[in-house]
């Protein structure tokens, strides 16, 4: 008993609510025909009923606005809000009211109150209402202590507070992998494409406002998550850009080193930082979500000692026709290299000129270009392999096979026929 | 639960609260001798914790429960906690009742546990041991201590979840078996393991969970519980296939601080997630696991001791089948009789005779007389197309051999009443409860005997929104019919008022979100496609007629009935094939013939009203399509779907534009919504009546609150006020906007002036339930101001009100 008489001293009231988004009011329409028995009575009521669409009472979303039923979830990202009310439920006028509002994290303690000056008087049945807004940007639980101290008529200083725990989730689950076109004729570029897969592992269908991606100053990105047509790129994930709890959803993004880095060493070599995943979200009404990913890093594929890569290749050629291609011959290792070309044929590719030609001395980092003829005598997608470069220093003998594909088609076909 | 650990723990908090700097910062702005406070046996100091998460809740008698035993000194700081008013659950709000904090965190936990163990068993050691940290965690808070140093405890919890061998061998994984080059971005950088403190052990916790389960299952059997866009719990995040794909951390762009590894989560330690909050009230309020009204309600009539003194006519289900003569001496009277006089003594007879009798009474009949008889307008309504082998039993019912025409029991519709008796007023159950019986007094409701037993009665209980009165007038109609309770199964004859009076039944069911038992009443008749639902199937009855003897509203019903009950795929499908045979007979109108499809000539003016009814009815099944796809989140098909009304509903463009505009609005896709609201205001222009401003007015106004821009939402809701004062969509939400404005009062303010001054519109469940929760926010004695709206509330509604929105219980 003694506690409660305790507990009724306290001359003001804390309340706290979460601000989410409002929701709009489902009504539930149950209707019937003129003729039915109860005639134009259910119609009727539904018309009277204030949270109908009024002239499509069948139509089920409307717009009678409801304040939130409960905490919800809350999610990285996301911003909270609340309401934070401290009512004056005595008869008597309360002195210098300060309200302050902290939320604890697992790492720091943020002061979310609007102004931290105190309140001269509170008159009875009177309040003082604040707003409160924090973008979250850690995971796990949350403590928002709301503390009220204030004076009675008597000269009493008076102080309490209260806790609110929750729980930050995490709302998007994002994977990465990096596609290095090398082996093909882009390699001359160096691009690098990035796909990212996101997952809404929320409970929430989710509208993704903006995902993309920030290069570092290294790179160029081209976003391919559109398509192309008139005036208008349309998305490639169709009309409606929302993502369904659990789904998961793939962008791609085509990364191209810019031309001074792509041209001092010929390559990036090691651990490279690609830049981050922007993304912005979108809920219930508006409720707006951003996250941005750590910095991507690449691993440069490894080009071992000597990197070949093609400069130029034609991509159909006529059977037993020599045709031209250049290859650049970059020596990535730090010391220099006296290299030898062997050129060995396969069952397809037949190759032209001296095999087993010096190419004089190359120097770290230096490339040289290599014109070289060759034909093919089968019909098909033929790959070029055969290469050999020797490094008469070390004798070691690097090898390069399936460097490019050309089409081979017979020129002949259309006379015959 | 924790006594094994309290003591252990104790002593560890306070060295803790001891190191602490934070506190004296704020005690010297305010309280300059802060020590003086503390010790002083004077209880001024207060603290609470609440616990946000999710949509837990605990009903008091949980508490009492799980917690049989704690130390005094426990109890004495409960006391001192009051629970006060959160967002979240309406049990927390209630000021009166003490919730020991204590309790409310641990229960928390346990919940949290006791989903983890239903998702993945094999985690359960895991998580228990996560609890043990939690505790920890709850009990520094709960001690009247002045500061709380979490960080450390925390870390150790942020892995919400699961198993801790996982993501550890998923990144193994990912490294070993890819050949194509991945990138380590981040690997998890706290395992459960490494964190467990050592402290506790987890039988007490176990024991409890077992206690805790046993309490939700029989919380889960309450009942009709509406189950409009609830979701499925999340399904366990499988072990990740190594598909090459790397986990990437993510964080907020602003975040700054340095210890990013400590948030760092690989994607199989997520947590199973709460449930989303339903937009939808009744879902709300159906998941509080309190005892509400309702229940008892249910209770009531599903017990079989219950017998109502209310309603002499109502027997007690044990003497299941009333005789046929006992119901019709007592209400029999007045029912009006409008079929063939053949009709009562048919009612209870056994199928033969009842086909003989037919057989001998069709011999005398002339078939083209009966089919001028048959009117128009029935035939236009009747009209339906049953499927092929009901149609076989039909023609050769037409054909009149009684002999070849055996259908077998099973092929035929024998409904029955489920349940006995609904009387009940949750209204002035809950005064008698908070006011007592002398307050409760002053509610008068129409009673099923109160009114007339007929038809006329049953409609003035409807529009009276006496609902519950009407159901069980429409059951004691249908007893005396031969289709009351227990009859199921037992063969009866339709006719047209029996099937009316079954719709009325099952329509005011399911507008009390008594799904259940609606479905468990529409059971016996199957898809509505028996032959003893169409009226061919009785020629002497009703000569000549032909058509289905089920209202199509009814069809409707049956056919969105499922959606309700968690089977939306269910309704679809049965809507799809009403969608069919609507088309099926628009297109035989089309093509001159019949609705049914055969040769008869209608007159021009006949197929018009018939082409304009079946069109009203086709865009009827289109709108349950779209509401049911609406309510499964299937955005893409429910837009199109609402769309495709607008070629048969022209005068409703602009209400589906907006509608739609809406449903992206709620998906977050401001843009598009944009887009559908500029069609909108097109659209009213071309119509050129001043009239639909409000609804462009509106529109801006949904935009604004999209932007966070409360403050011009508001205007522009002000601004369809000036055209229309008394829209109570605009008032409703306008105060709502001032409450995100940070202006309680004056929203409170106009919400209670509009509830007063005009009860008939604001009277309604959400308008009351946005009211109720800025009394629980403004002030402690949100009670008796939601006992005033009770009093209002009383001298308005009907016993189908839902007293849950004034969250009084």
Same mark, same amino acid.
């Given at each position: 008993?003694?506690?409660? &008489?305790?507990?009724?001293?306290?001359?003001?009231?804390?309340?706290?609510?979460?601000?989410?988004?409002?929701?709009?009011?489902?009504?539930?329409?149950?209707?019937?025909?003129?003729?039915?028995?109860?005639?134009?009575?259910?119609?009727?009521?539904?018309?009277?009923?204030?949270?109908?669409?009024?002239?499509?009472?069948?139509?089920?979303?409307?717009?009678?606005?409801?304040?939130?039923?409960?905490?919800?979830?809350?999610?990285?990202?996301?911003?909270?809000?609340?309401?934070?009310?401290?009512?004056?439920?005595?008869?008597?006028?309360?002195?210098?009211?300060?309200?302050?509002?902290?939320?604890?994290?697992?790492?720091?303690?943020?002061?979310?109150?609007?102004?931290?000056?105190?309140?001269?008087?509170?008159?009875?049945?009177?309040?003082?209402?604040?707003?409160?807004?924090?973008?979250?940007?850690?995971?796990?639980?949350?403590?928002?202590?709301?503390?009220?101290?204030?004076?009675?008529?008597?000269?009493?200083?008076?102080?309490?507070?209260?806790?609110?725990?929750?729980?930050?989730?995490?709302?998007?689950?994002?994977?990465?992998?990096?596609?290095?076109?090398?082996?093909?004729?882009?390699?001359?570029?160096?691009?690098?494409?990035?796909?990212?897969?996101? &997952?809404?592992?929320?409970?929430?269908?989710?509208?993704?406002?903006?995902?993309?991606?920030?290069?570092?100053?290294?790179?160029?990105?081209?976003?391919?998550?559109?398509?192309?047509?008139?005036?208008?790129?349309?998305?490639?994930?169709?009309?409606?850009?929302?993502?369904?709890?659990?789904?998961?959803? &793939?962008?791609?993004?085509?990364?191209?080193?810019?031309?001074?880095?792509?041209?001092?060493?010929?390559?990036?070599?090691?651990?490279?930082?690609?830049?981050?995943?922007?993304?912005?979200?979108?809920?219930?009404?508006?409720?707006?979500?951003?996250?941005?990913?750590?910095?991507?890093?690449?691993?440069?594929?490894?080009?071992?000692?000597?990197?070949?890569?093609?400069?130029?290749?034609?991509?159909?050629?006529?059977?037993?026709?020599?045709?031209?291609?250049?290859?650049?011959?970059?020596?990535?290792?730090?010391?220099?290299?006296?290299?030898?070309?062997?050129?060995?044929?396969?069952?397809?590719?037949?190759?032209?000129?001296?095999?087993?030609?010096?190419?004089?001395?190359?120097?770290?980092?230096?490339?040289?270009?290599?014109?070289?003829?060759?034909?093919?005598?089968?019909?098909?997608?033929?790959?070029?392999?055969?290469?050999?470069?020797?490094?008469?220093?070390?004798?070691?003998?690097?090898?390069?096979?399936?460097?490019?594909?050309?089409?081979?088609?017979?020129?002949?076909?259309?006379?015959?026929? | 639960?924790?006594?094994?650990?309290?003591?252990?723990?104790?002593?560890?908090?306070?060295?803790?609260?001891?190191?602490?700097?934070?506190?004296?910062?704020?005690?010297?702005?305010?309280?300059?001798?802060?020590?003086?406070?503390?010790?002083?046996?004077?209880?001024?100091?207060?603290?609470?914790?609440?616990?946000?998460?999710?949509?837990?809740?605990?009903?008091?008698?949980?508490?009492?429960?799980?917690?049989?035993?704690?130390?005094?000194?426990?109890?004495?700081?409960?006391?001192?906690?009051?629970?006060?008013?959160?967002?979240?659950?309406?049990?927390?709000?209630?000021?009166?009742?003490?919730?020991?904090?204590?309790?409310?965190?641990?229960?928390?936990?346990?919940?949290?546990?006791?989903?983890?163990?239903?998702?993945?068993?094999?985690?359960?050691?895991?998580?228990?041991?996560?609890?043990?940290?939690?505790?920890?965690?709850?009990?520094?808070?709960?001690?009247?201590?002045?500061?709380?140093?979490?960080?450390?405890?925390?870390?150790?919890?942020?892995?919400?979840?699961?198993?801790?061998?996982?993501?550890?061998?998923?990144?193994?994984?990912?490294?070993?078996?890819?050949?194509?080059?991945?990138?380590?971005?981040?690997?998890?950088?706290?395992?459960?393991?490494?964190?467990?403190?050592?402290?506790?052990?987890?039988?007490?916790?176990?024991?409890?969970?077992?206690?805790?389960?046993?309490?939700?299952?029989?919380?889960?059997?309450?009942?009709?519980?509406?189950?409009?866009?609830?979701?499925?719990?999340?399904?366990?995040?499988?072990?990740?296939?190594?598909?090459?794909?790397?986990?990437?951390?993510?964080?907020?762009?602003?975040?700054?601080?340095?210890?990013?590894?400590?948030?760092?989560?690989?994607?199989?330690?997520?947590?199973?997630?709460?449930?989303?909050?339903?937009?939808?009230?009744?879902?709300?309020?159906?998941?509080?696991?309190?005892?509400?009204?309702?229940?008892?309600?249910?209770?009531?009539?599903?017990?079989?001791?219950?017998?109502?003194?209310?309603?002499?006519?109502?027997?007690?289900?044990?003497?299941?089948?009333?005789?046929?003569?006992?119901?019709?001496?007592?209400?029999?009277?007045?029912?009006?009789?409008?079929?063939?006089?053949?009709?009562?003594?048919?009612?209870?007879?056994?199928?033969?005779?009842?086909?003989?009798?037919?057989?001998?009474?069709?011999?005398?009949?002339?078939?083209?007389?009966?089919?001028?008889?048959?009117?128009?307008?029935?035939?236009?309504?009747?009209?339906?197309?049953?499927?092929?082998?009901?149609?076989?039993?039909?023609?050769?019912?037409?054909?009149?051999?009684?002999?070849?025409?055996?259908?077998?029991?099973?092929?035929?519709?024998?409904? @029955?009443?489920?349940?006995?008796?609904?009387?009940?007023?949750?209204?002035?159950?809950?005064?008698?409860?908070?006011?007592?019986?002398?307050?409760?007094?002053?509610?008068?409701?129409?009673?099923?005997?109160?009114?007339?037993?007929?038809?006329?009665?049953?409609?003035?209980?409807?529009?009276?929104?006496?609902?519950?009165?009407?159901?069980?007038?429409?059951?004691?109609?249908?007893?005396?019919?031969?289709?009351?309770?227990?009859?199921?199964?037992?063969?009866?004859?339709?006719?047209?008022?029996?099937?009316?009076?079954?719709?009325?039944?099952?329509?005011?069911?399911?507008?009390?979100?008594?799904?259940?038992?609606?479905?468990?009443?529409?059971?016996?008749?199957?898809?509505?496609?028996?032959?003893?639902?169409?009226?061919?199937?009785?020629?002497?009855?009703?000569?000549?007629?032909?058509?289905?003897?089920?209202?199509?509203?009814?069809?409707?019903?049956?056919?969105?009935?499922?959606?309700?009950?968690?089977?939306?795929?269910?309704?679809?499908?049965?809507?799809?094939?009403?969608?069919?045979?609507?088309?099926?007979?628009?297109?035989?109108?089309?093509? @001159?013939?019949?609705?049914?499809?055969?040769?008869?000539?209608?007159?021009?003016?006949?197929?018009?009203?018939?082409?304009?009814?079946?069109?009203?009815?086709?865009?009827?099944?289109?709108?349950?399509?779209?509401?049911?796809?609406?309510?499964?989140?299937?955005?893409?098909?429910?837009?199109?779907?609402?769309?495709?009304?607008?070629?048969?509903?022209?005068?409703?463009?602009?209400?589906?534009?907006?509608?739609?505009?809406?449903?992206?609005?709620?998906?977050?896709?401001?843009?598009?919504?944009?887009?559908?609201?500029?069609?909108?205001?097109?659209?009213?222009?071309?119509?050129?009546?001043?009239?639909?401003?409000?609804?462009?007015?509106?529109?801006?106004?949904?935009?604004?609150?999209?932007?966070?821009?409360?403050?011009?939402?508001?205007?522009?809701?002000?601004?369809?006020?000036?055209?229309?004062?008394?829209?109570?969509?605009?008032?409703?939400?306008?105060?709502?906007?001032?409450?995100?404005? @940070?202006?309680?009062?004056?929203?409170?303010?106009?919400?209670?002036?509009?509830?007063?001054?005009?009860?008939?519109?604001?009277?309604?469940?959400?308008?009351?339930?946005?009211?109720?929760?800025?009394?629980?926010?403004?002030?402690?004695?949100?009670?008796?101001?939601?006992?005033?709206?009770?009093?209002?509330?009383?001298?308005?509604?009907?016993?189908?009100?839902?007293?849950?929105?004034?969250?009084?219980?």
């Amino acid at each position: 008993m003694e506690v409660n &008489q305790a507990k009724q001293e306290h001359l003001l009231a804390l309340k706290v609510m979460r601000l989410t988004k409002p929701t709009l009011f489902t009504n539930m329409p149950v209707t019937c025909e003129d003729r039915d028995l109860p005639g134009d009575l259910f119609g009727r009521l539904m018309k009277e009923d204030p949270s109908t669409i009024k002239g499509a009472e069948a139509l089920m979303l409307g717009e009678m606005l409801t304040l939130p039923q409960n905490f919800g979830n809350i999610f990285l990202g996301e911003t909270f809000s609340s309401y934070i009310s401290v009512h004056n439920d005595s008869t008597q006028e309360v002195k210098d009211i300060l309200v302050k509002a902290d939320l604890q994290t697992s790492s720091q303690r943020l002061n979310l109150s609007a102004s931290n000056n105190a309140v001269t008087e509170l008159k009875p049945e009177s309040c003082i209402d604040d707003v409160i807004h924090h973008e979250v940007k850690e995971i796990g639980t949350h403590i928002l202590v709301c503390a009220v101290s204030y004076t009675t008529q008597a000269g009493e200083k008076l102080y309490f507070r209260k806790f609110f725990k929750f729980q930050v989730l995490k709302p998007l689950d994002v994977k990465t992998k990096f596609y290095n076109a090398e082996s093909d004729l882009s390699s001359v570029t160096d691009e690098v494409f990035l796909e990212a897969q996101i &997952q809404n592992i929320t409970t929430s269908p989710m509208f993704m406002e903006k995902v993309s991606l920030e290069p570092s100053m290294m790179y160029n990105v081209t976003e391919l998550n559109t398509v192309e047509t008139g005036d208008e790129g349309t998305s490639t994930f169709g009309k409606m850009s929302y993502l369904q709890p659990m789904d998961t959803r &793939q962008y791609l993004y085509c990364l191209k080193p810019k031309s001074e880095f792509a041209e001092k060493a010929g390559v990036i070599k090691g651990v490279t930082v690609i830049g981050k995943l922007d993304i912005v979200w979108k809920t219930n009404l508006g409720e707006k979500g951003r996250l941005q990913t750590s910095q991507l890093q690449r691993m440069a594929p490894g080009y071992g000692d000597v990197r070949l890569s093609l400069e130029m290749i034609p991509d159909t050629v006529n059977l037993e026709e020599p045709f031209d291609i250049t290859c650049k011959i970059t020596n990535c290792s730090e010391r220099t290299m006296d290299l030898v070309l062997e050129m060995c044929n396969t069952r397809s590719i037949h190759w032209c000129g001296v095999s087993g030609r010096q190419l004089g001395k190359v120097s770290p980092s230096a490339s040289l270009s290599l014109p070289l003829k060759l034909l093919s005598s089968v019909q098909g997608l033929q790959s070029i392999s055969g290469l050999r470069l020797t490094d008469t220093f070390l004798k070691r003998t690097y090898e390069y096979d399936d460097i490019a594909q050309v089409c081979v088609v017979c020129p002949y076909m259309s006379r015959e026929s | 639960m924790d006594n094994n650990e309290t003591p252990a723990q104790r002593p560890v908090t306070l060295d803790i609260t001891g190191a602490v700097e934070v506190k004296p910062s704020l005690s010297a702005a305010v309280i300059p001798p802060e020590p003086s406070l503390l010790p002083s046996s004077d209880v001024h100091f207060q603290e609470e914790s609440i616990d946000l998460g999710g949509e837990s809740f605990i009903t008091p008698e949980e508490d009492s429960h799980s917690m049989p035993s704690e130390s005094l000194m426990d109890k004495l700081n409960d006391q001192m906690m009051e629970s006060v008013m959160i967002s979240d659950s309406p049990n927390n709000s209630e000021e009166d009742d003490v919730v020991p904090m204590d309790n409310l965190l641990e229960q928390f936990e346990e919940r949290e546990e006791e989903q983890a163990a239903a998702v993945v068993k094999e985690t359960l050691v895991a998580e228990e041991k996560k609890e043990v940290v939690e505790e920890k965690v709850d009990d520094l808070i709960g001690q009247d201590t002045t500061e709380i140093k979490i960080e450390a405890v925390m870390m150790q919890t942020s892995p919400v979840a699961s198993s801790p061998e996982e993501p550890l061998e998923n990144v193994k994984q990912k490294l070993t078996t890819d050949d194509q080059d991945v990138i380590t971005v981040s690997i998890s950088a706290v395992t459960p393991e490494d964190s467990t403190p050592s402290s506790g052990s987890p039988k007490p916790e176990a024991a409890a969970l077992e206690t805790s389960s046993k309490g939700t299952t029989s919380k889960d059997e309450s009942i009709p519980v509406c189950t409009i866009f609830s979701q499925g719990s999340q399904p366990k995040v499988q072990a990740l296939v190594p598909d090459g794909f790397q986990p990437t951390l993510i964080k907020s762009p602003s975040f700054s601080s340095g210890t990013g590894g400590s948030t760092e989560i690989t994607p199989s330690q997520l947590a199973p997630l709460v449930c989303q909050p339903s937009p939808s009230l009744s879902k709300f309020f159906s998941d509080s696991g309190h005892v509400n009204p309702a229940t008892d309600f249910f209770d009531s009539f599903t017990t079989s001791s219950f017998i109502s003194i209310s309603n002499p006519n109502a027997e007690s289900p044990k003497s299941a089948a009333p005789t046929e003569r006992q119901l019709s001496a007592s209400s029999g009277s007045s029912l009006p009789l409008q079929q063939a006089p053949v009709e009562p003594a048919l009612a209870t007879a056994p199928p033969q005779p009842f086909t003989q009798l037919q057989a001998v009474f069709s011999g005398g009949d002339d078939p083209f007389a009966t089919a001028l008889n048959m009117s128009e307008a029935d035939k236009r309504y009747d009209a339906w197309l049953p499927s092929e082998e009901t149609r076989k039993v039909l023609i050769s019912m037409a054909m009149q051999q009684y002999s070849q025409v055996f259908v077998e029991r099973e092929r035929l519709a024998m409904p @029955g009443l489920k349940f006995d008796n609904l009387q009940g007023d949750a209204v002035k159950d809950l005064m008698v409860r908070l006011m007592g019986e002398q307050a409760a007094m002053k509610r008068q409701v129409l009673t099923a005997n109160s009114v007339e037993q007929s038809f006329l009665g049953l409609k003035q209980l409807i529009s009276t929104k006496n609902w519950r009165a009407a159901v069980d007038l429409t059951g004691r109609l249908l007893t005396a019919h031969g289709q009351g309770y227990g009859k199921a199964g037992q063969p009866s004859s339709h006719n047209t008022d029996s099937l009316q009076l079954w719709f009325v039944r099952l329509a005011l069911l399911t507008k009390l979100s008594l799904f259940q038992n609606a479905e468990m009443e529409l059971e016996p008749f199957g898809n509505l496609d028996q032959p003893d639902l169409y009226y061919e199937y009785y020629p002497t009855v009703y000569p000549g007629r032909r058509g289905s003897m089920v209202p199509f509203s009814m069809r409707v019903l049956h056919a969105e009935l499922p959606q309700y009950l968690g089977k939306p795929q269910e309704s679809l499908d049965r809507l799809h094939s009403m969608r069919t045979v609507c088309q099926t007979i628009l297109d035989n109108l089309e093509q @001159g013939l019949a609705e049914d499809g055969s040769m008869i000539n209608l007159t021009q003016e006949n197929r018009q009203a018939s082409l304009q009814l079946w069109k009203s009815r086709l865009s009827r099944v289109l709108y349950a399509v779209a509401n049911c796809l609406l309510m499964m989140k299937d955005y893409v098909l429910a837009v199109e779907t609402y769309h495709s009304i607008i070629q048969y509903e022209p005068q409703q463009k602009v209400q589906l534009l907006s509608g739609i505009g809406r449903i992206f609005l709620q998906i977050g896709d401001i843009k598009t919504a944009e887009k559908y609201f500029l069609d909108v205001e097109k659209a009213t222009l071309e119509k050129g009546s001043g009239t639909t401003d409000t609804c462009v007015l509106m529109n801006r106004a949904f935009i604004y609150l999209s932007q966070n821009n409360y403050s011009d939402a508001h205007s522009s809701f002000a601004e369809v006020l000036k055209i229309d004062p008394k829209n109570p969509v605009a008032n409703n939400n306008a105060a709502v906007c001032l409450l995100y404005l @940070g202006r309680l009062k004056e929203s409170l303010r106009q919400l209670e002036g509009l509830v007063q001054q005009d009860p008939a519109l604001y009277l309604h469940e959400s308008v009351l339930f946005n009211l109720t929760t800025m009394y629980e926010l403004e002030s402690s004695r949100s009670t008796q101001k939601k006992q005033a709206l009770l009093e209002s509330v009383a001298c308005r509604e009907g016993d189908s009100f839902n007293t849950q929105c004034l969250k009084l219980v």
